[in-house]
């Protein structure tokens, strides 16, 4: 699951709760992290992935921020 589609699809308490858990607030989350417009810190980066119960992965989290390149495709 991409890191932009597990925070839009968390009700409020449930995006109040993960942002704590994250050590970060809901606006943070909301506009900075979904949109990644800031990069985040490496604590934060493993925070967002390790605080989603498994549901993101830290790839995932290193694809949003595109830290990372896809996958290659086997020809």
Do not use: W
């Not at 994250?22 to 800031?38: E, G, P």
């Amino acid at each position: 699951m991409t890191l932009k589609d597990f925070i839009k699809g968390l009700d409020a308490q449930a995006l109040e709760a993960y942002a704590a858990a994250c050590n970060t607030t809901v606006n943070y989350l909301t506009t900075h992290i979904l949109y990644a417009t800031k990069e985040p810190s490496v604590r934060l980066m493993k925070s967002l992935a390790q605080q989603s119960g498994g549901a993101v992965a830290m790839q995932d989290v290193l694809l949003h921020y595109g830290l990372l390149g896809p996958e290659p495709v086997a020809a």
